[in-house]
């Protein structure tokens, strides 16, 4: 709980309550001696609440999350009834951003190095100020995301539920569906985990790509969790009208049984059946056709969007839900909501 009357000190910054302030955390120097920094944006309210964060683009190809935080912090409500403090880091991997990569320049995963450390290489020392100057000042975070190049998500969370306040900030959020995922060694969830910070992951859509539909329902969550901990007034029950989200215990991949030519024939958010056809490899020199069948019932959460495809390629994300019917309506019904976000920004077509 942060005290509007102290200051919150970042970097060499102090921010008062009320005030808006972007500062620049040193990160190293390139060997042309130009200065690589972590940009983050500090947003304190005049009363007292509990801190937050929300990133981007820790894989620089990540942009969603951008324009996300674009928008977030347009919005008017921020500026008049914030408790608390809010710190937004659109990019946190600022040179694989100007790359497009996933990848830093020395080709590090970002998200594979975490905590760090002071002294390590770029990617550790990023690692390192992310966490000591914004995560672990926080009583909760929201870490944006996208699937991969070629590789479309459905809107939904990921978190480890083993931690109660995932699941309340999960459910909150009110994407479609928030899958139980445990996080991968080196992860920044990983770090939060040990440390017992709660934090949840968006993923929606894909690398490189902006999607209207996912970009408002980011904006929408997030400030939905900001509600449901208390840095902004909660709306009237009339006004909450995001369908509730779908529970996935466990996901699981369908594989390309063969190399050639996907005709893919479901879409996100579809429901599937155990042993449906869910695409078509084909030989493109006129050989055989052979299916690609889903693994079990379950709703499609991710695709690859490529119709080239490899012998053992990942192909359909299928995750496993009590009725994956109620999932699809929840991400049809949702596309709907999100079109009156309390916001002017025209839609990206």
Do not use: C
Request: hydrophobic content about 40%.
């Amino acid at each position: 709980m942060t005290d509007p009357a102290t200051p919150f000190t970042i970097g060499q910054a102090q921010i008062t309550a009320g005030e808006r302030r972007s500062v620049d955390l040193h990160i190293a120097n390139l060997y042309t001696s130009a200065p690589v920094s972590l940009p983050v944006i500090v947003q304190r309210g005049l009363d007292a609440g509990p801190t937050l964060f929300v990133s981007a683009a820790l894989h620089g190809d990540e942009i969603i999350g951008v324009e996300i935080i674009r928008r977030l912090l347009k919005i008017p409500v921020l500026q008049q009834h914030l408790r608390g403090t809010l710190l937004a880091v659109p990019v946190v991997n600022v040179m694989a951003f100007l790359q497009g990569s996933r990848y830093l320049p020395d080709r590090r995963d970002l998200n594979r190095s975490f905590p760090g450390s002071e002294s390590g290489s770029l990617a550790a020392r990023l690692a390192h100020v992310f966490l000591s100057q914004v995560v672990e000042r926080s009583d909760y975070g929201i870490d944006l995301h996208t699937g991969a190049i070629h590789r479309p998500n459905l809107p939904q969370i990921r978190t480890d539920l083993r931690n109660p306040v995932n699941q309340r900030l999960a459910q909150a959020f009110g994407a479609p569906l928030f899958l139980n995922s445990k996080p991968a060694a080196g992860t920044l969830r990983e770090y939060t985990t040990r440390r017992d910070i709660p934090v949840i992951l968006y993923e929606s859509s894909e690398a490189l790509r902006f999607d209207e539909t996912a970009i408002r329902i980011g904006v929408q969550g997030v400030l939905n969790v900001m509600r449901e901990i208390g840095m902004l007034p909660k709306l009237p029950e009339s006004l909450m009208r995001s369908p509730p989200p779908v529970l996935a215990k466990s996901s699981r991949w369908a594989r390309s049984p063969s190399s050639g030519i996907l005709r893919a024939q479901v879409a996100l958010g579809d429901h599937v059946g155990s042993g449906q056809t869910l695409g078509i490899v084909g030989d493109p020199f006129g050989g055989v056709d052979t299916p690609i069948l889903a693994p079990r019932d379950g709703l499609v959460i991710g695709r690859l969007s490529l119709p080239l495809v490899h012998e053992g390629d990942a192909v359909f994300h299928i995750a496993e839900v009590a009725d994956p019917r109620l999932a699809s309506m929840a991400f049809s019904q949702l596309e709907a909501i999100t079109r009156d976000i309390e916001s002017d920004e025209p839609p990206i077509v």
